[in-house]
């Protein structure tokens, strides 16, 4: 089967806050279902280490990446984190996207890929699709 990555929603916010709402996406069964994050916090060198959670569809989502540039010299933080999750039966729902810290801005993008391996390792179902 070949692979297939679809984007299911992309948007942003400019409002302040600790939570932030995708629209409702609907993920096929056992598809791997990556949402990417990027965090703004206009405050020089800010602390962007903070947990930051990812809720929705009925997936158990991990974060299996992130990076966090603190340019000292400017006004900004920014955070990019990328959690990934699989589900034999996914919901039609938003996905929630919170960290313990008020955040300036928030941009995201939820991508379902498709034909990946399906196969539960180290207690991750889908782990074998981001190895692949």
């Known amino acids: 089967m070949a692979i297939v990555a679809s984007s299911l929603t992309s948007s942003q916010s400019t409002v302040n806050g600790t939570a932030f709402t995708t629209a409702a996406v609907n993920p096929a069964a056992s598809s791997l279902v990556l949402v990417f994050v990027h965090f703004v916090q206009n405050v020089a060198g800010a602390y962007m280490d903070g947990a930051i959670t990812c809720v929705g569809n009925t997936i158990t989502y991990i974060p299996i990446a992130t ?31 919170t960290t313990n810290l008020t955040m300036t801005a928030a941009a995201w993008g939820v991508i379902e890929v498709t034909g990946v391996d399906t196969t539960t390792q180290k207690g991750f179902k889908g782990y074998g699709a981001i190895r692949q």
């Open 67 to 97: 990076a966090v540039h603190n340019n000292w010299d400017t006004t900004v933080s920014h955070r990019l984190v990328c959690f990934a999750g699989m589900s034999a039966t996914p919901t039609n729902t938003t996905i929630v996207l």
